[in-house]
């Protein structure tokens, strides 16, 4: 045991190791560069200078690039509006030009261009990553759908986790497991799956574990005879499902489609 936990530890230095000295210089160069790249320029024989709109224009699209993906990786985990991951993205940039502002003020006498760079790269890859960490843990403690790059393909008679619209108010949603019954469009019908005891009621019927959930050992309730609820996939909180609904159920479920 002793010597897994070494190597893991050992794993984690490693991964600590190349985040500090290549991912946070590279992702922040790249967020810096319209600062750092006219400043090796201007440090040329003969100084040069940027000229014209195209080159201007890849200079000022690298970082905003670079601001979009890392928004979009930093909230993966996180369905939201269009615009979620744009504004991220801006509000990431307006960090690192405080960030760099900063910086610049605090070695952009310094005569040597390389130390300049590296402080400036350094402040903006540190910024990203407290971002990213940031994003992630804002994520979390909302409870946020997952959403993956290709969106959830559930089929019916699959078990999912979802946030689920509660019957009192469809506005509201919990997480359940849920039966798939059936897709369309942009959204699953599904069956609400329950802990608390349903038994004696005829709008819900006992549930086995087998096949789904092998780790719980609790019993389960699954809706019966009630209108399906509409769960956008967006909502679904995995890439693959639980598993498979269980035979039995499933011809219940089935032939209360039609």
């Given amino acids: ?8 530890c050992g794993g984690i230095g490693c991964a600590g190791l190349l985040l500090v000295l290549f991912v946070l210089p590279t992702v922040g160069y790249l967020l810096a560069v319209p600062l750092t ?13 940027l000229r014209g ?8 699209a690298v970082p905003v690039l670079v601001a979009l993906l890392l928004a979009l990786f930093a909230g993966r985990r996180r369905a939201g509006g269009r615009w979620l991951v744009p504004a991220r993205a801006a509000v990431l940039l307006a960090l690192v ?12 006498d310094h005569p040597a261009w390389n130390l300049r760079a590296t402080a400036e790269s350094m402040a903006a890859g540190l910024v990203a990553l407290a ?5 992630r843990r804002w994520d979390a403690s909302r409870g ?5 790059v290709g969106a959830p393909r559930p089929a019916p008679g699959e078990i999912w986790l979802a946030m689920v619209p509660l019957r009192e108010d469809p506005a509201r ?4 497991y849920c039966v798939v019954l059936a897709v369309h469009p942009g959204h699953a019908e599904v069956a609400q799956i329950t802990t608390k005891d349903k038994d004696g009621r005829t709008d819900h019927i006992r549930m086995p574990n087998d096949g789904w959930d092998k780790a719980s050992g609790r019993a389960h309730w699954v809706e019966f ?7 956008d996939y967006g909502m679904f909180l995995r890439s693959r499902p639980q598993g498979r609904c269980p035979a039995p159920v499933w011809r219940q479920l089935s032939r209360q489609l039609g």
């Fill in 144 to 148: 946020g759908p997952v959403t993956t």
């Fill in 37 to 49: 790249l006219p400043d090796l320029l201007a440090e040329q024989t003969p100084p040069q200078q």
């Fill in 1 to 8: 045991m002793a010597r897994r936990s070494d190597t893991s």
């Fill in 131 to 135: 971002f990213v960490v940031a994003v």
């Fill in 173 to 176: 949603q919990l997480r359940h």
């Fill in 53 to 60: 709109f195209g080159q201007y224009l890849i200079v000022y």
């Fill in 97 to 108: 030009a405080a960030a760099l502002w900063w910086t610049e003020s605090k070695v952009g």
């Fill in 225 to 231: 005879g009630r209108p399906p609820r509409r769960v």
